[in-house]
């Protein structure tokens, strides 16, 4: 009876010291134990402050059964109101926001080949504009090339990505009349943490930002980001401001996916999501 009380107990304790084990090494205790699922992708974004914990707001999408986004809804926990929603329409190939402004997606992967948008997304009427995103065989995006919707063959702006294996590590918006800088970024990576099917990262983006995290934009990084550095610039390349961020403590899943992780420093507007505890939920197929 004693030894066989022993030896339970001895067999206990080391169960929980493999535990203990597994969740440090993945950024602390509290989240390494969940199990996400065998296919799953983002479908909520919650962020609170980090010192204090309350809320601030989240992101997130009604993703039905059939891996198709229904709804997008950004809300700010601290008015309770909303700030921004989307209910995609789906038409064959289309996806429209609204009936001026829709993406295009290649057919075999609902990946995003376009989008027509307007100037002033508030404004219907407003000038419009279209967007051609290219990737490359690896299905990373690698290029968005930005025209006037009357005069499509003539970009006015270009934005270019450069990537370190599968993981973004520049980006520059330039004028593509000027040559002028409009934008630029560095990023850096975590080698030891490689989440699955964790955060796009495409630090140009801001007007139609809310879309980026739930719709195909390909590949995504292998590695979990450790800093985001943006730079704006006047005309003549001279920098007038940046945001810089950088993202810590991160607790993965027992099946290595992101649970929550610190971003600190600046909001970043591409994710979308303010600076404090980002908190992620999924939608497995």
Same mark, same amino acid.
């Given at each position: 009876?004693?030894?066989?009380? &022993?030896?339970?107990?001895?067999?206990?304790?080391?169960?929980?010291?493999?535990?203990?084990?597994?969740?440090? *090494?993945?950024?602390?205790? /509290?989240?390494?134990?969940?199990?996400? /699922?065998?296919?799953?992708?983002?479908?909520?974004?919650?962020?609170?402050?980090?010192?204090?914990?309350?809320?601030?707001?989240?992101?997130?999408? $009604?993703?039905?059964?059939?891996?198709?986004?229904?709804?997008?809804?950004?809300?700010?926990?601290? @008015?309770?109101?909303?700030?921004?929603?989307?209910?995609?329409?789906?038409?064959?190939?289309?996806?429209?926001?609204?009936?001026?402004?829709?993406?295009?997606? +290649? @057919?075999?992967?609902?990946?995003?080949?376009?989008?027509?948008?307007?100037?002033?997304?508030?404004?219907?009427?407003?000038? *419009?504009?279209?967007?051609?995103?290219?990737?490359?065989?690896?299905?990373?995006?690698?290029?968005?090339?930005?025209? !006037? =919707?009357?005069?499509?063959?003539?970009?006015?702006?270009?934005? !270019?990505?450069?990537?370190?294996?599968?993981?973004?590590?520049?980006?520059?918006?330039?004028?593509?009349?000027? @040559?002028?800088?409009?934008?630029?970024?560095?990023? @850096?990576?975590?080698?030891?943490?490689?989440?699955?099917?964790? &955060?796009?990262?495409?630090?140009? *983006?801001?007007?139609?930002? +809310?879309?980026?995290?739930?719709? !195909?934009?390909? !590949?995504?990084?292998?590695?979990?980001?450790? =800093?985001?550095?943006?730079?704006?610039?006047?005309?003549?390349?001279?920098?007038?401001?940046?945001?810089?961020?950088?993202?810590? =403590?991160?607790?993965?899943?027992?099946?290595?996916?992101?649970?929550?992780?610190?971003?600190?420093?600046?909001?970043?507007?591409?994710?979308?999501?303010? +600076?404090?505890?980002? $908190?992620?939920?999924?939608?497995?197929?």
């Amino acid at each position: 009876m004693k030894k066989g009380l &022993l030896y339970s107990i001895i067999i206990i304790a080391a169960f929980a010291s493999c535990q203990k084990e597994y969740s440090t *090494e993945n950024g602390g205790e /509290g989240g390494a134990g969940v199990i996400i /699922g065998a296919d799953c992708r983002i479908s909520k974004i919650a962020y609170a402050d980090s010192a204090s914990g309350v809320g601030i707001g989240s992101i997130s999408a $009604t993703i039905d059964a059939t891996d198709v986004v229904t709804d997008i809804t950004k809300f700010d926990s601290l @008015t309770l109101t909303i700030d921004f929603n989307s209910q995609p329409q789906y038409f064959n190939d289309t996806v429209y926001i609204d009936p001026d402004q829709y993406f295009i997606m +290649e @057919t075999a992967n609902k990946r995003i080949k376009s989008l027509h948008g307007l100037v002033d997304p508030t404004v219907p009427g407003s000038a *419009e504009f279209d967007i051609t995103y290219t990737y490359d065989a690896a299905g990373l995006l690698i290029n968005k090339s930005y025209a !006037n =919707s009357a005069l499509p063959t003539v970009p006015y702006q270009l934005v !270019n990505y450069t990537y370190t294996g599968s993981n973004l590590t520049h980006m520059e918006v330039i004028d593509a009349f000027t @040559t002028d800088k409009i934008k630029d970024a560095d990023l @850096t990576y975590y080698s030891n943490i490689s989440p699955k099917n964790y &955060l796009y990262l495409f630090p140009d *983006e801001d007007t139609y930002a +809310e879309y980026n995290q739930f719709f !195909n934009f390909g !590949n995504k990084p292998s590695n979990a980001v450790k =800093s985001l550095k943006l730079r704006y610039y006047d005309p003549g390349n001279v920098v007038v401001d940046s945001a810089v961020s950088t993202f810590n =403590s991160y607790i993965l899943s027992r099946d290595n996916y992101v649970v929550s992780a610190y971003m600190l420093g600046d909001d970043q507007s591409s994710i979308p999501a303010a +600076e404090g505890k980002l $908190t992620f939920s999924y939608k497995c197929k």
